[in-house]
C-alpha cells in the first residue's frame, strides 16, 4: 500500500507539529496533496481508468474546499501551506 501509518504520521508532524492532531486544515492539505499526487502518477500509465480519474476529482474539490475554509480564517496560514507544498505555480 502507497501509504503506509507511518508516511501519514509522518505528513501529520510535519505540517501540525503533531502526530495525534489529524484534523487540522493543513495537515489534511498535506494528506490530499500527498494522495493526489498519487493518483496523478497512477493515472499517467493507466489513462483509461475512469474511477481513479473520478477519485483525483473528489479529491481536488475537497483540497479545494479545505484551502478556501483556510484562506477566510487565516490568511497566513493559507499563504504558508501553498508556499511549503508548492501548488500554486
Known sequence: MYLSKEVKAEIFKKHN???KNT??????IALFTYRINHLTEHLKNNR???NTERSLV???GKRRSL???LIKTDI?????IIKELGIRK
Not at 76 to 80: C, L, S, T, W
Open 17 to 19: 507539529g503533531d502526530v
Open 23 to 28: 484534523g487540522s486544515s493543513e495537515g489534511q
Open 48 to 50: 483509461k481508468d475512469f
Open 58 to 60: 473528489m479529491l481536488v
Open 67 to 69: 484551502l478556501d475554509y
Open 76 to 80: 497566513v496560514r493559507y499563504r504558508e
